[in-house]
């Protein structure tokens, strides 16, 4: 009797251990790795594998690599989707799962171009990529048409044709009025052409059209949201800052021209001996000796090696000069210093033979840091 019941049980047996091997002939694989726009790994994401044709989903879950791996999905066509923290990143549709394994990878900076065009994207992400991409295109339309009017402009400048520089920096703002580099440029064209009118209210006018100007564009950069994440921000604005002043000096408002120097010195320390420099000048040209020399003394401490800065102290010292009672002239404490600092940084400089004429004019002997020494030249 147990012969007749041990080959059926065998048979129900092998068809048992056969069912496996069979439903593993009959799915596919699907793997991927997910990465983001910086090319880092996507952990702990979803991606979701829905079937088109049933319905049927099946949730993977990336690893630490981000990357992820399902062995047992049926064969057909699906949607599969990339999302995380309960927002979709991105999607590919009409993916074929075969018997084969089929790989599909997120690489968003691969896909970045589709991004831009809103493919890949949930609907109301795509409608806000295309509107962006439109943006952008537009921008880069608008500044490559900007750009060709400040290259204009920069070449009229180079050769002194103000006139022609301003209207191309006019027509580069029929275009878009809201740069502040083209403000800043033209109130440079119009800072420039200034001194070769010869009616001087129009020269006036040009001042005070720079004035307009650099404000506008100093006003644009200081409130822009863009310019406060560029780290250069300072810098620029303190370009903007000396030229404002310069046209200050220019137009006789001294007081205007310091404080404005003394902004561009705040906000770029680093070219702060620029500044403090040209606040210097401005004191010694309008005969204000001590607010010079004070200026200078500011240039030294933030730039020790400008020479120039020691040769307009010097400059100023004697400008202070007294009478003793021989007759002869005394220089003040410091004025030998500073000629004599002025040529040991710069010995054969624009002014080395006029700091030798005033170290003699004061009897003082010419000393370098060469170790040299001459005496006064006699007149």
């Known amino acids: 009797m147990k012969r007749y019941f041990i080959l059926p049980l065998l048979l129900v047996l092998a068809a048992g251990l056969s069912a496996p091997l069979a439903f593993a002939q009959n799915t596919g694989s699907v793997r991927g790795a997910c990465k983001d726009l910086d090319g880092k790994p996507i952990t702990q994401a979803e991606v979701l594998w829905t079937s088109s044709e049933t319905g049927h989903k099946y949730t993977l ?17 699906y949607n599969v989707t990339l999302s995380k923290d309960g927002k979709d990143i991105f999607h590919f549709n009409g993916i074929s799962v075969g018997i084969d394994e089929a790989v599909v990878d997120f690489d968003l900076k691969k896909e970045q171009a589709s991004l831009a065009k809103g493919q890949g994207l949930p609907p109301e992400q795509a409608a806000k990529a295309k509107e962006a991409a439109a943006k952008a295109d537009k921008e880069k339309s608008t500044v490559s048409a900007l ?24 027509e580069a703002n029929q275009i878009d009025s809201t740069r502040d580099l083209i403000w800043f440029k033209l109130g440079d064209a119009y800072r420039m052409s200034a001194p070769a009118q010869t009616d001087p209210a129009e020269k006036q006018k040009r001042y005070e059209l720079a004035v307009t100007d ?24 303190a370009a903007y800052y000396n030229n404002l002043a310069d046209v200050y000096a220019k137009s006789g408002k001294v007081e205007d021209a310091v404080a404005t120097y003394d902004k561009a010195a705040q906000l770029d320390p680093k070219g702060a001996g ?13 005969g204000k000796v001590d607010e010079a020399i004070a200026a200078f003394d500011k240039v030294i401490a933030a730039d020790p090696k400008r020479a120039v800065a020691y040769y307009w102290k010097g400059v100023n010292l004697i400008g202070k000069e007294t009478i003793g009672k021989d007759g002869k002239a005394i220089a003040p404490e410091g004025t030998a210093e500073a ?33 040299t020494q001459k005496k006064p030249v006699k007149h």
């Open 214 to 237: 650099y404000q506008k564009a100093l006003e644009m950069r200081s409130t822009s949201e863009t310019a406060q994440k560029d780290p250069e921000n300072n810098t620029k604005l």
């Open 61 to 77: 879950k990336t690893n630490n690599k981000g990357e992820y791996f399902s062995l047992g999905i049926v064969p057909g066509k």
């Open 147 to 170: 750009n060709e009017k400040l290259n204009a402009a920069k070449a009229a400048t180079d050769a002194k044709d103000y006139e022609a520089a301003i209207a191309a920096l006019n």
């Open 339 to 371: 000629f004599q600092k002025y040529l040991e940084l710069d010995p054969t400089g624009q002014f080395a033979e006029a700091a030798k004429g005033m170290l003699a004019s004061i009897g003082a002997t010419v000393q370098t840091g060469f170790g």
């Open 274 to 286: 620029t500044y403090l420099f040209n606040e210097g000048a401005v004191f010694t040209n309008t």
